[in-house]
């Protein structure tokens, strides 16, 4: 009744960003293995779990399966492979991930550079007045996660050359090299192609697109595309915006861009269910931060009738 099939169906897309080994009181937001396996468990039971790209030419053709529903991932992530594919592969299903091209082979991102720093402050005041959080205290969970928070918020929207510069003067305050192991390799990514999973662009280095100038966002809509392809063999169609927040994070000036580089589907994090009228380079998605994999089919259940408009730019 929530979720038909046909004309009318409605498609509602996860998003995920890592499946940790363990848990990690850092990132309380992250399922484990065991919590993702759960979810995937019951997933794969009660919905019809399709690739991102064969949902949407369903979707167009209104020939959408009822209780429709796509994973995604984005960033890159060598957890993804590591630890989600097994997951997927064993339950028979097929996942998207978009690959942030830049930050494959060594590179990381601006919110792990801020959750591995606080992770290494010693228990003592920090000074943190240089970028306007004055001294702060830093000793048990609790407070390292407020702390990561508030940094995060100070430099998530920065421009993005001054969000590198504060990033590395942030690593500068910890004794010893942050870790430059926690995204994919090339041959990573090759990998997840060949489990049958499919591969999508995120820009290259993962900037806001609002943030940079016409020339800037082109260029790291682009550039994802061609890095990637060389690396598959095959040119992406897929692109997902980082931050992926109507309005405030992509204008359509890049819905645009996006369209211009060839990709012929982009995802944002617009929450909402996508239908037959959608945008298909603005399909809207969300993540599942039910933890308990049967309150989060009821959430699923329900999101189509609560959620049918997703905003778009």
Not at 117 to 141: E, F, S
Request: charged fraction near 20%; hydrophobic fraction near 40%.
């Amino acid at each position: 009744m929530t979720s038909p099939g046909g004309a009318n169906a409605p498609l509602t897309v996860l998003l995920y960003h890592r499946v940790l080994g363990e848990p990690d009181s850092l990132s309380p937001g992250e399922p484990s293995a065991a919590q993702f396996d759960a979810q995937m468990a019951i997933l794969s039971r009660t919905f019809r779990v399709l690739p991102l790209d064969d949902a949407l030419s369903r979707l167009a053709d209104g020939t959408l399966p009822s209780r429709a529903l796509c994973v995604t991932f984005d960033d890159g992530y060598l957890d993804n492979l590591e630890v989600a594919l097994p997951i997927l592969r064993r339950h028979g299903l097929v996942a998207t991930f978009f690959i942030a091209s830049g930050l494959i082979n060594g590179g990381r991102m601006m919110h792990d550079t801020v959750t591995e720093t606080v992770r290494r402050l010693p228990t003592q005041a920090v000074d943190l007045a240089w970028m306007g959080l004055g001294i702060r205290t830093v000793g048990d969970v609790a407070s390292r996660l407020v702390l990561i928070d508030d940094i995060v918020r100070k430099v998530k929207y920065l421009p993005f050359a001054e969000r590198s510069e504060t990033c590395g003067r942030l690593a500068a305050m910890v004794d010893g090299d942050l870790p430059n192991n926690l995204m994919m390799t090339s041959e990573d990514v090759h990998a997840l192609k060949r489990g049958g999973m499919r591969i999508g662009a995120h820009t290259h280095e993962h900037p806001i697109l609002s943030k940079l100038d016409a020339a800037e966002a082109r260029a790291q809509i682009v550039k994802s595309r061609d890095v990637l392809a060389d690396i598959l063999g095959s040119v992406p169609t897929m692109f997902a915006y980082p931050n992926g927040k109507p309005g405030l994070d992509y204008t359509a000036e890049h819905v645009e861009m996006v369209k211009q580089a060839g990709f012929t589907s982009a995802v944002s994090v617009a929450f909402g269910t996508a239908t037959r009228d959608s945008d298909h380079h603005q399909i809207p998605r969300f993540c599942p931060w039910d933890r308990d994999p049967k309150r989060l089919v009821m959430r699923l259940v329900g999101h189509p009738l609560r959620h049918k408009v997703a905003a778009r730019v």
